[in-house]
């Protein structure tokens, strides 16, 4: 007998501590949390974005392999609402939170006291094999990759030619034209600012920014902002991801509109994983869930429905990925220690110079 899958949204009482739940069973009907359900934290993007998010598929497609109930949580302060009940001392639900990116591990080991997350035995993980070394950013192993993608520059290209260097976005052409959010509050202005660092290096990455702001560059507060005024047309270059062509063909856009600029031929790595909180009781299940989530057939529908590419080697792509997503030959990327190490500092510094160009 297949178990009833559940869905849980914290937003609606997250002011009181606590997680919600909405529920749903296969016949429309409501069922409450027992003891025998799996709760998996994450994004609510990722259960219920404006794209066909994987996440319910997820939900159902695991009740049904594993004959157990199943709970997304996705609280709207999402990882800090878990940084916050672990430094309370509140019990953590969930048994684990899938779509950890390294600076948002940092962040956590930087504002908790004890350990939020615990080492994962990847013994009890047959998949974990086929997930490629260079995919880890986690020096405790206590994160599993789970998905990548690529953050590059997406323009309208029936309104602006293709930027080929960082320096093409300090032209006159783009003057007022490009927008990225926020890297203080949004992962895609993040991603950006960390390939700027890494191209320019920590000691010109700051005038190459007093540049581009200069150039009426427009800083946004999150990349829902910065993408909804590309669909809009009121910015035709904008900081996004390199698959974003295999968005725009299953949405049925105009492919050219949605062009991807590889700057340098590169774009900045993004990898996300999944970690096993410390609070956890069911480590067989968890793990159960870990090698669900690293299984080909499951890191292929997550690759077409959250337009993000698989870490598991033996995964075959769905066509729509293959023919539209684009890989660099070139990804820069900082693992943990560098973030660790730095990010504070150069967020700080970012800070201060977009303060002195407004």
Same mark, same amino acid.
């Given at each position: ?11 609606? *009482? ?40 994987? $996440?319910?598929?997820? @939900? ?12 997304? %949580? ?28 390294? %600076? =948002? *591990? *940092? ?6 006291? $004890?350990?939020? &997350? ?10 974990? /094999? ?7 950013? !986690? ?26 260097? &960082?320096?093409?976005?300090? =032209? ?27 191209? &320019? ?15 009426? /560059? ?19 270059? *904008? @900081?996004?991801? /390199? ?14 509109? %949605? ?27 968890? %793990? ?36 539209? /997503? ?13 973030? !660790? ?12 110079? @977009?303060?002195?160009?407004?």
């Amino acid at each position: 007998m297949k178990r009833r899958t559940v869905l849980a949204n914290g937003g609606a *009482v997250a002011g009181i501590g606590l997680a919600g739940c909405i529920s749903r069973d296969g016949d429309g009907g409501t069922t409450g949390s027992g003891d025998d359900v799996l709760r998996v934290a994450t994004n609510t993007a990722f259960v219920d974005a404006p794209s066909d998010s994987p $996440g319910e598929w997820i @939900a159902d497609e695991f009740a049904d392999r594993y004959d157990v109930e199943f709970e997304w %949580h996705t609280p709207d302060q999402e990882l800090n609402y878990y940084i916050e009940r672990h430094n309370e001392g509140v019990e953590i639900e969930p048994e684990l939170y899938l779509g950890l990116n390294p %600076h =948002e *591990v *940092v962040r956590a080991d930087d504002n908790t006291d $004890g350990e939020l &997350f615990v080492e994962t035995d990847e013994d009890a993980l047959e998949h974990v /094999a086929n997930v490629d070394e260079e995919h880890y950013f !986690d020096p405790q192993d206590r994160v599993i990759p789970t998905y990548r993608s690529f953050c590059a520059m997406v323009y309208d290209g029936r309104n602006v030619p293709e930027p080929e260097t &960082f320096e093409d976005l300090l =032209e006159p052409e783009y003057e007022g034209q490009i927008a990225v959010s926020n890297p203080q509050r949004g992962t895609t202005g993040l991603l950006f600012l960390l390939w700027t660092i890494d191209y &320019f290096g920590e000691d010109e990455y700051l005038e190459y920014w007093e540049q581009l702001l200069a150039n009426d /560059a427009r800083v946004l507060d999150s990349w829902s902002e910065v993408y909804a005024q590309f669909e809009a047309g009121e910015i035709p270059v *904008v @900081a996004s991801y /390199a698959n974003d062509r295999v968005y725009a063909e299953r949405a049925g856009n105009d492919l050219e509109k %949605h062009r991807v600029a590889l700057l340098h031929d590169q774009a900045y790595a993004n990898v996300a994983g999944m970690a096993r909180f410390a609070d956890g009781t069911n480590d067989e299940l968890a %793990h159960e869930f870990m090698d669900f989530i690293l299984d080909p057939e499951v890191q292929a529908v997550i690759a077409e429905r959250n337009v993000t590419g698989p870490v598991n080697d033996e995964t075959e792509l769905p066509e729509v990925y293959e023919e539209y /997503a684009k890989r660099p030959d070139d990804a820069p990327f900082f693992d943990y220690d560098d973030l !660790d190490a730095n990010l504070e500092e150069w967020l700080g510094e970012w800070e201060q110079t @977009a303060a002195g160009a407004r």
